[in-house]
């Protein structure tokens, strides 16, 4: 997902501490409070977008740029290992490189970046 500010336009945002109560049950709703690292403007964001609901994103950045993970590549938890013998799937996340499992499937590129293409075959 790609959060954009509202003043300039920068998509390099992070994610704000939430000040107060009513911020941190906004943060359960899904909105979150962010901050433009350019302008440094703070605003609140949606990140649970209907459209995204049903895919899977990292638990830590929410975002839906993810990749696969084997057993040869790391060791998973044990609460991972029985939801894996469940039918869960493995993700990492790209961006902030996190390890987790989920039921959801995930969001396929539209650039078509994810899929696996045959190469060009030429003629002798």
């Known amino acids: 997902?790609?959060?954009?500010?509202?003043?300039?336009?920068?998509?390099?945002?992070r994610f704000s501490r939430e000040r107060g109560l009513a911020e941190k049950l906004r943060a359960i709703a899904g909105i979150h409070p962010v901050r433009c690292r350019d302008c440094?403007?703070?605003?609140?964001?949606?990140l649970w977008r209907f459209?995204?609901?049903?895919y899977a994103?990292?638990?830590?950045?929410?975002?839906?740029?993810?990749?696969?993970?084997s057993l040869d590549e790391y060791r998973p938890r044990l609460r991972?290992?029985?939801l894996l013998g469940?039918?869960?799937?493995p993700y990492r996340c790209k961006a902030c490189?996190?390890?987790f499992v989920s039921f959801r499937p995930r969001r396929r590129n539209r650039r078509g970046a994810d899929?696996?293409?045959?190469?060009?075959?030429?003629?002798?």
Do not use: I
């Open 80 to 82: 991972q290992r029985l």
């Open 86 to 89: 469940f039918g869960a799937k």
């Open 115 to 124: 899929s696996v293409k045959d190469p060009v075959r030429t003629q002798p």
């Open 51 to 54: 459209s995204t609901l049903m």
């Open 97 to 99: 490189r996190t390890h």
């Open 40 to 46: 440094r403007h703070r605003y609140n964001e949606n």
């Open 57 to 69: 994103h990292c638990p830590r950045c929410y975002r839906g740029d993810l990749g696969l993970w």
């Open 1 to 13: 997902m790609r959060v954009v500010c509202p003043e300039c336009g920068s998509q390099d945002v």
